[in-house]
């Protein structure tokens, strides 16, 4: 793995830090955060995604507002074999509703969040997941989420340390509503958030100024949050860690002191909210294994007094991340609405 290795110099990491915070943003917009030429900031994202430093451009989607909730399975696997993980994870990786994917080291070997619009609908589709692939698991738990959000790598500049990230999503389905042309472009922003306009307006044969007018819409009433980076750890030489914390009851506001630490820390860049086998989970990505310990070191110290327990995973690999779930079922048709887009609608 050290070969793969991708040492960042000042330019990079100002540019990785740009696009962690918009990763829409035009490549003038890069230069000048990075304080080079458009040309070689262009150069240099180029060289970043060639390299696998950045994984995918991520968008952020209020999973609420599509009519959808999000629950986590952590499952710890039994002896199985390359060839039936594989498969497995083959199969999650295919699921329209299967938001994230990830392999990990730790007390679990698999975790991912899939989405439902309600708990039938969620055990219907574990319940098939279970036919097939059942027999592999040796322990799952489930996980709600009530809130995750995000935060700025701050670790990637100085001199920036908790910079506030409003970006996140929530677990009451609210159901907003949305026609074949926004699903079409959510569609895309799930596969690649810095996809081009134009790009989306050829694929879907609307305008690019109706597209550009229906992405404005979809971040107004805060169905599309912002788009963000995920990146290849392994080839930055650090390691991503997630902490799964049994928090005392009845502490609310120590609960949102803990959540605010958590905002200004430079290397933690996510946190949920849950209920279950646990009720809080932390993201870090550090260096090192003894930068991690440093972090937990500080927080039980700070929160002694709320923290029961506490494990962690590793996660060394991300297999999947789109928030955007399979299309439902629209009954308007695609002329219809082209016709409404020509007359102005929204």
Request: proline share 3%.
């Amino acid at each position: 793995m050290k070969d793969k290795m991708l040492k960042l110099d000042v330019i990079d990491r100002r540019i990785l830090y740009a696009l962690d915070r918009d990763a829409r943003a035009p490549y003038a917009s890069l230069a000048t955060e990075a304080r080079v030429s458009k040309e070689v900031a262009r150069y240099r994202v180029l060289q970043l995604e060639k390299a696998g430093a950045i994984r995918k451009y991520f968008t952020i989607f209020d999973v609420a507002r599509l009519g959808f909730t999000n629950r986590k399975a952590f499952i710890k696997l039994r002896n199985v074999d390359e060839r039936q993980e594989r498969k497995l994870l083959g199969f999650l990786q295919r699921h329209p509703r299967v938001a994230w994917l990830a392999s990990c080291d730790g007390p679990y070997d698999l975790a991912f969040g899939m989405l439902a619009s309600d708990i039938e609908q969620y055990a219907e589709q574990m319940a098939d997941l279970d036919d097939r692939f059942g027999h592999l698991f040796l322990q799952r738990h489930i996980v709600p989420i009530v809130q995750g959000q995000y935060f700025h790598r701050d670790y990637l500049t100085s001199g920036r340390v908790g910079t506030a990230r409003k970006y996140s999503f929530g677990s009451v389905p609210k159901g907003h509503k949305l026609d074949e042309l926004d699903w079409d472009i959510m569609l895309e922003l799930g596969l690649d958030g810095r996809v081009p306009i134009v790009q989306i307006a050829r694929k879907t044969g609307a305008g690019a100024d109706v597209i550009s007018r229906r992405l404005r819409h979809l971040e107004k009433t805060g169905v599309v949050q912002n788009q963000i980076l995920v990146l290849d750890n392994a080839i930055l030489g650090q390691l991503h860690y997630k902490v799964l914390v049994k928090l005392e009851s009845g502490a609310k506001k120590r609960h949102d002191q803990l959540q605010a630490f958590c905002r200004t820390h430079p290397n933690i860049i996510y946190t949920v909210r849950t209920f279950g086998p646990w009720e809080f989970e932390i993201d870090l990505e550090v260096p090192d294994a003894d930068a991690f310990r440093d972090v937990m070191r500080n927080i039980k110290k700070e929160f002694a007094d709320i923290i029961r327990d506490y494990s962690h995973v590793s996660i060394y690999r991300v297999h999947k991340y789109n928030f955007c779930p399979g299309r439902p079922v629209i009954q308007k048709s695609r002329a219809r609405q082209q016709r409404q887009d020509r007359a102005g609608f929204p």
